[in-house]
């Protein structure tokens, strides 16, 4: 029995990139035979940035409803709120004491955040970055080590953080002894960046992402808003250098991906493209829209699942915390 973990931080609605990116990805690996599958909503990891306890609630409610809607069965994996597990903050804080600082120094986000402000002059690197940012890396190791996972799927852009995670696993096992399992990292390259309204990735911070549960109408006006050249429609076109052609294979089957890009090639106008582009959204999604809004409009039902999910994932959790806390002396 392999264990694959995957979690979203619900930090924002649920959007086009997350699907493609992450949800779709984590989704299809739910089907491999032999597989025990960990889905969890990283509220910790949220509070970095959500403050507001309702806002914070209803982001959590979204993106567990998005994961359901799009096929998530909770019967089959185990799906829970990060801050409903003790022990993987338990574990955070024996990892913390076998970390350098150097090595969360090299960390993404808090380099991303340092460089801005030394390119804006600002005398304080550190502005603007809290602890729970600047050990960020740490508290996912622990969201990954606390159930002994095999593989965590993840963008290519958190490739570095399952680096960084197990070399926390390494650097715990040199000082304790062999104790916590090194996972390893699966990245679908082809969706590692989707790209948003104004071609850049799509992300919140960007406020440029295409919501993916947002009623039909409002759907096409926001695609109809991609950002394309001002080429005519009989011009050839390259389709990946396109950011809409990037967005539909991620949604359209092999023959469709085929034939658009032979559209391309021949010519094709990008209000047609965006046209195309809703409808195999539109097909892909199928009925997740209307069990979405279900969902959200019953939260006592999401409140049930997350809790038994919480009872599953600690008796799982338990026990290799222990090993941990035996490890150190405990």
């Known amino acids: ?9 619900p930090s924002g609605t649920p959007h086009l990139g997350n ?6 990805p984590s989704l299809e690996l739910m089907k491999r035979p032999q597989t025990r599958c960990f889905y969890f909503m990283a509220d910790i990891h949220a509070l970095n940035t959500i403050q507001n306890r309702e806002l914070l609630r209803q982001y959590t409610y979204e993106a567990a409803a998005a994961w359901i809607a799009l096929g998530l069965d909770p019967h089959q994996a185990i799906l829970y709120r990060e801050s409903d597990i003790p022990e993987i903050s338990e574990l955070n804080s024996l990892l913390a004491h076998a970390v350098p600082k150097s090595l969360m120094n090299q960390a993404h986000a808090y380099k991303a955040i340092t460089q801005k402000n030394q390119e804006a002059g600002n005398e304080d690197l550190d502005d603007g970055v809290n602890m729970g940012l600047f050990n960020y890396p740490i508290l996912m190791s622990a969201d990954i080590l606390a159930f002994d996972t095999d593989f965590v799927p993840v963008g290519k852009d958190q490739v570095q953080h399952l680096e960084i995670t197990r070399d926390i696993a390494r650097r715990f ?4 002894g062999e104790c916590l399992k090194l996972p390893q990292v699966i990245v679908k390259e082809e969706v590692a960046v989707i790209p948003g309204l104004d071609g850049r990735k799509m992300s919140k911070s960007y406020e440029n992402i295409i919501a ?13 808003r991609i950002v394309t050249d001002t080429s005519p429609p009989e011009a050839p076109k390259d389709p990946d250098s396109s950011s809409l052609f990037a967005i539909y294979q991620g949604f359209a089957a092999k023959d469709q991906i085929e034939e658009m890009r032979a559209h391309y090639a021949k010519g094709i106008g990008w209000g047609q493209m965006k046209k195309e582009l809703f409808e195999v959204i539109r097909s892909a999604l199928g009925d997740a829209y209307k069990i979405y809004q279900e969902l959200m409009s019953h939260p006592e039902e999401l409140d049930r699942i997350f809790n038994e999910g919480a009872k599953k994932a600690r008796a799982i959790a338990r026990p290799i915390v222990d090993r941990a806390r035996n490890a150190v002396g405990f």
């Open 1 to 9: 029995m392999q264990t694959i973990l995957s979690g979203i931080k």
């Open 19 to 24: 699907y493609l990116g992450m949800l779709k």
């Open 173 to 176: 096992n040199v000082r304790h």
């Open 212 to 224: 993916l549960f947002q009623p039909e109408k409002e759907m096409l006006k926001c695609i109809n």
